[in-house]
């Protein structure tokens, strides 16, 4: 082995260590929660808190378009200097207030209006609302803290925190059910209450550098907006394209199909630490890399996943009966939405892991960005007339379009604006 690669092995393997055993207890207490849920919720509860929850992930994108990701593609090298994370951290933390409004807005209108169409009481919505104006505020704060820590390579201090709520989280879950109080208004309010936690702590680990100018603050988050604003597009169609099934199955579909929908979407925590690894290990590693190996690299990520994506399907279709026990009695007779759903994730993480590589090297342009949301509606639209939207194998298809248009179009992207990156 030569002195090279041995450096990187030493270099890679407590950073990898960490993010294993941290964020792989994290995702098995995530895992119990949640499936938990499925067996303790009631199917119209559990429809309840997946229409809730979908419209928390809808606009927490709306607060946070992107300033806190925004933190480790302009740190790139200098990602180590506690004084220019600060700096960043400072102006993420400042743009998010100017959203708040707007998401909060957005979120109990969109809640409202659902609600009323599901025949919610007026407490119910108004519990359902106050519970999601809090967490869209606190998970700002936590996911800026979190990717500062992320762009100083300080993973273990987020997944000690990230430990700790999903613990608590998961007490409050089991006290509320042998207590006879678990439903979609208390599970939206506890994982509230967890959120507060969680960001008070990640805020405390990721403190900003004391004595930080409002000059650099103010020139700091004018760069931050240079690349956050063209993205901004881009950034409402994924997150809109992340919770269509919910939606589309809310309008077109019934009570079951919602509650079906919600319980295919807890595989998503399956498949989550593939999601932590590209945003907390592999993109700032891609951002760090001299121009003389990226291509090369890029080229050997891309293939790793797409195949490791193929090989988990093809496990699912094979042999479902695992992912079946976990979602429940409720929801066990599944099995080709299991598969799709297997499908679905897959190449949305692939498609996540193109464009991130790319935005990481910060090649990426308001036109480019309009590019990227044309390719994947033009093929949804194409398959319409031919799937059923009211039922959740229709719905679920439907983004699969949009999951390959998007792995199409951020892959050949990235070969031919990372190629030109090269000697």
Same mark, same amino acid.
């Given at each position: 082995?030569?002195?090279?690669?041995?450096?990187?092995?030493?270099?890679?393997?407590?950073?990898?260590?960490?993010?294993?055993?941290?964020?792989?207890?994290?995702?098995?207490?995530?895992?119990?929660?949640?499936?938990?849920?499925?067996?303790?919720?009631?199917?119209?509860?559990?429809?309840?808190?997946?229409?809730?929850?979908?419209?928390?992930?809808?606009?927490?994108?709306?607060?946070?378009?992107?300033?806190?990701?925004?933190?480790?593609?302009?740190?790139?090298?200098?990602?180590?200097?506690?004084?220019?994370?600060?700096?960043?951290?400072?102006?993420? =933390?400042?743009?998010?207030?100017?959203? @708040?409004?707007?998401?909060?807005? +957005?979120? /109990?209108?969109? *809640?409202?209006?659902? %609600?009323?169409?599901?025949?919610?009481?007026?407490?119910?919505?108004?519990?359902?609302?106050?519970?999601?104006?809090?967490?869209?505020?606190?998970?700002?704060?936590?996911?800026?803290?979190?990717?500062?820590?992320?762009?100083?390579?300080?993973?273990?201090?987020?997944?000690?925190?990230?430990?700790?709520?999903?613990?608590?989280?998961?007490?409050?879950?089991?006290?509320?059910?042998?207590?006879?109080?678990?439903?979609?208004?208390?599970?939206?309010?506890?994982?509230?209450?967890?959120?507060?936690?969680?960001?008070?702590?990640?805020?405390?680990?990721?403190?900003?550098?004391?004595?930080?100018?409002?000059?650099?603050?103010?020139?700091?988050?004018?760069?931050?907006?240079?690349?956050?604003?063209?993205?901004?597009?881009?950034?409402?169609?994924?997150? =809109?394209?992340?919770?269509?099934?919910? @939606?589309?199955?809310?309008?077109? +579909?019934? /009570?079951?199909? *919602?509650?079906?929908? %919600?319980?295919?979407?807890?595989?998503?925590?399956?498949?989550?630490?593939?999601?932590?690894?590209?945003?907390?290990?592999?993109?700032?590693?891609?951002?760090?890399?001299?121009?003389?190996?990226?291509?090369?690299?890029?080229?050997?990520?891309?293939?790793?996943?797409?195949?490791?994506?193929?090989?988990?399907?093809?496990?699912?279709?094979?042999?479902?009966?695992?992912?079946?026990?976990?979602?429940?009695?409720?929801?066990?007779?599944?099995?080709?939405?299991?598969?799709?759903?297997?499908?679905?994730?897959?190449?949305?993480?692939?498609?996540?892991?193109?464009?991130?590589?790319?935005?990481?090297?910060?090649?990426?342009?308001?036109?480019?960005?309009?590019?990227?949301?044309?390719?994947?509606?033009?093929?949804?639209?194409?398959?319409?007339?031919?799937?059923?939207?009211?039922?959740?194998?229709?719905?679920?298809?439907?983004?699969?379009?949009?999951?390959?248009?998007?792995?199409?179009?951020?892959?050949?992207?990235?070969?031919?604006?990372?190629?030109?990156?090269?000697?």
């Amino acid at each position: 082995m030569t002195n090279s690669y041995m450096h990187r092995v030493r270099k890679w393997t407590p950073l990898l260590i960490s993010f294993l055993l941290g964020q792989g207890i994290v995702q098995i207490i995530g895992a119990i929660s949640g499936f938990y849920l499925l067996r303790w919720m009631s199917v119209e509860d559990y429809a309840m808190f997946t229409l809730a929850f979908g419209v928390q992930s809808l606009f927490v994108n709306v607060v946070d378009p992107g300033f806190s990701t925004a933190i480790t593609p302009l740190a790139g090298s200098k990602s180590s200097d506690p004084a220019v994370v600060g700096r960043y951290m400072a102006a993420a =933390l400042s743009l998010r207030r100017w959203f @708040f409004l707007l998401g909060a807005t +957005g979120a /109990t209108s969109t *809640l409202i209006v659902s %609600g009323h169409r599901h025949g919610w009481s007026g407490v119910t919505i108004t519990g359902l609302s106050a519970s999601l104006v809090v967490t869209l505020w606190t998970l700002g704060t936590f996911n800026i803290s979190a990717n500062a820590l992320v762009a100083t390579q300080k993973v273990g201090t987020l997944h000690l925190v990230q430990n700790i709520a999903a613990v608590i989280r998961l007490g409050g879950y089991g006290l509320g059910h042998f207590t006879g109080v678990i439903g979609g208004v208390v599970v939206m309010g506890w994982n509230a209450a967890i959120t507060i936690l969680s960001a008070r702590m990640m805020a405390q680990k990721a403190k900003q550098r004391e004595g930080i100018s409002p000059e650099e603050v103010t020139s700091a988050r004018k760069e931050m907006w240079r690349l956050v604003a063209p993205l901004i597009p881009l950034t409402v169609y994924t997150t =809109l394209q992340g919770q269509i099934t919910v @939606f589309i199955i809310s309008i077109f +579909g019934n /009570t079951n199909a *919602l509650a079906t929908t %919600g319980a295919l979407s807890r595989l998503n925590q399956l498949a989550s630490p593939a999601t932590y690894l590209i945003g907390w290990v592999i993109a700032p590693y891609f951002a760090r890399l001299s121009e003389t190996i990226v291509f090369r690299r890029y080229l050997q990520i891309m293939i790793s996943a797409i195949s490791l994506a193929l090989v988990l399907v093809l496990t699912v279709w094979v042999y479902p009966a695992p992912l079946l026990w976990l979602l429940g009695p409720n929801y066990g007779n599944l099995e080709r939405e299991v598969v799709l759903t297997t499908a679905l994730n897959g190449i949305g993480i692939c498609s996540a892991l193109a464009f991130s590589l790319v935005y990481a090297r910060r090649l990426i342009a308001r036109r480019q960005s309009i590019l990227f949301i044309i390719g994947p509606i033009a093929l949804q639209i194409a398959i319409t007339p031919w799937v059923d939207l009211g039922t959740v194998q229709g719905v679920i298809t439907l983004g699969m379009a949009a999951a390959l248009g998007s792995l199409f179009v951020h892959g050949f992207y990235g070969l031919v604006k990372l190629q030109g990156e090269g000697p």
